[in-house]
């Protein structure tokens, strides 16, 4: 039986562990205020996980799922694999934004997986010309590593992977822009743009993966200007040829159909 000095310290420790038991459901739901930017292919369902996949032209919404932090600027960030890149034209959009190989950055092979993009120092990324970088800070860049595995960059040797490139660039300022991005940016009033891929007509295994990034005054953040919220992967979008989304859409019936066989098997 339990003594009563041993009783009064596990009634002491109780409400401890029911705080720590409750922090970890907190800490899995709100894993980053600042991911709250979505832009996705129009007319996808409202709790679909991404990155969304389409063919171009695209035809894109963009929203910030957080009504709390008015957004004052908002650009793209498109990563592309070495197929993309070396049969790359551009990629332009409805307004007067549009990407060249030039303002592509690649990320070589041997890059360590934990670097992050786009670069977070304010001035320091080559843009289509509207303003200067404005720079990113640390805690909203994409790490390498991840970007690898949602483009499917395939292992030249061991410890070398293929390159992939990177551009950003000011749809906020671009001439055509509907409302010019800030305060009706949400859930509610989503903004609709296109963006078109072209590579002079090859249709080889080339991927893009469309990313959002924005700033809002709202909140603690530890440089003035620099752009502090971004999408998740969850709400991306990413640009493949149409054979590739066949492709994409008889592997997930292949693997339901093999679920379902397996199911029977066990159930026999």
């Known amino acids: 039986m339990l003594r009563k000095q041993d009783l009064r310290k596990s009634l002491l420790l109780l409400p401890l562990m029911l705080a720590v038991l409750i922090s970890f459901p907190l800490v899995k739901a709100f894993p980053d205020p600042f991911s709250t930017l979505t832009v996705w292919p129009l007319g996808t369902p409202e709790g679909a996980e991404g990155p969304i996949v389409t063919t171009s032209p695209a035809d894109l919404i963009i929203y910030n799922t957080d009504d709390a932090h008015v957004l004052t600027d908002l650009w793209l960030m498109l990563v592309i694999n070495e197929p993309a890149f070396d049969h790359l034209s551009s990629i332009s959009t409805n307004t007067s934004l549009t990407f060249l190989p030039a303002h592509f950055t690649e990320i070589d092979g041997i890059v360590s997986p934990s670097h992050k993009i786009p670069l977070s120092p304010p001035g320091s990324e080559t ?46 300022s671009s001439s055509g822009w509907i409302d010019h991005g800030p305060t009706g940016l949400d859930k509610t009033d989503p903004e609709f743009f296109t963006v078109t891929v072209d590579l ?16 809002t005054q709202d909140g603690a953040h530890t440089q003035e200007f620099m752009l502090n919220v971004h999408s998740p992967y969850t709400r991306s979008t990413l640009i493949v040829p149409e054979l590739s989304t066949i492709l994409l859409a008889i592997a997930s019936l292949s693997a339901f159909g093999l679920h379902g066989i397996r199911h029977k098997f066990r159930k026999k």
């Open 200 to 215: 002079g007509g090859w249709g080889g295994n080339w991927k893009v993966l469309v990313l959002a990034l924005g700033y």
């Open 127 to 172: 843009h289509p010309a509207y303003g200067s970088w404005p720079g990113m800070e640390p805690d909203d860049q994409y790490n390498v590593g991840s970007i690898r595995s949602k483009l499917e960059i395939p292992k030249i040797t061991d410890s070398e992977y293929e390159s992939m490139y990177y551009a950003v660039g000011d749809l906020d």
